[in-house]
């Protein structure tokens, strides 16, 4: 258990429709960055956040938008969504969110669009 | 778009054998680079970061070596347990805080 939490576990919705997943770093850690998992492509880094702030910005869609709270919890906005975002969804923190840290990897959250 | 290669793709052993895999990135602008042991159904699990040019690290039977200057990191497996199967991901991090995700190397131990 790397002390990294995410809710929900699985999530199926349909088209269109527009979902939260929400990601908990682990105690002490002010970073939190989200990857996303499909099975055509490899882990793709999406966004991370130190202490509220964004800091990086990878490949993420126009229609994803996330944001770290002042609790340091962080949620990920996937809206109109497509037969294609379907995926496996990872948070994984940091300490302070530099190059070189470890980052803990949180169990995921499974998007099925229908 | 940063090209972070692994190889082999896949990889079975024997219990007790020794193996090796390799990740491959840009020689120039980096910062570290990680390895990450990834079990089926479970989340990607840290091993080693590498940050210095000649740089070697070690975690009971796993170990790595880094070359920055010619770009490509192995990692090391000695006397490979069925409990070592797994996939094993390197990520490279440039002079951006965005790491690159190299696509795996699957290992299968077999008893």
């Given at each position: 258990d790397s002390g990294v939490t995410q809710t929900p576990k699985h999530l199926i919705t349909a088209t269109g429709q527009r979902v939260t997943l929400r990601c908990s770093p682990r105690s002490g850690d002010l970073s939190v960055y989200w990857y996303q998992q499909s099975l055509d492509q490899g882990l793709q880094f999406l966004i991370q956040y130190y202490n509220g702030e964004e800091r990086a910005k990878g490949n993420i869609l126009e229609r994803f938008s996330a944001q770290q709270f002042p609790d340091l919890h962080s949620e990920l906005n996937l809206s109109s969504?497509?037969?294609?975002?379907s995926a496996l969804y990872f948070c994984a923190s940091s300490?302070?969110?530099?190059?070189q840290e470890t980052q803990y990897f949180g169990p995921g959250t499974r998007l099925l669009v229908l | 778009i940063l090209n972070v290669e692994q190889s082999p793709q896949s990889l079975h052993v024997q219990e007790g054998d020794s193996t090796n895999f390799t990740c491959s990135f840009p020689?120039?602008?980096?910062y570290a680079l990680h390895w990450y042991r990834w079990e089926t159904a479970k989340s990607p699990e840290a091993l080693f970061v590498m940050t210095l040019n000649g740089d070697e690290k070690k975690k009971g039977r796993i170990s790595a070596t880094l070359n920055t200057k010619e770009g490509y990191s192995y990692l090391y497996i000695k006397?490979?347990?069925?409990?070592?199967s797994a996939t094993y991901l390197c990520a490279f991090v440039g002079g951006s805080y965005i790491p690159t995700f190299g696509r795996g190397t699957s290992l299968i131990v077999h008893p």
């Open positions: 969504l497509e037969l294609g975002d300490v302070d969110g530099q190059r | 020689s120039s602008n980096f006397g490979s347990q069925p409990e070592d």
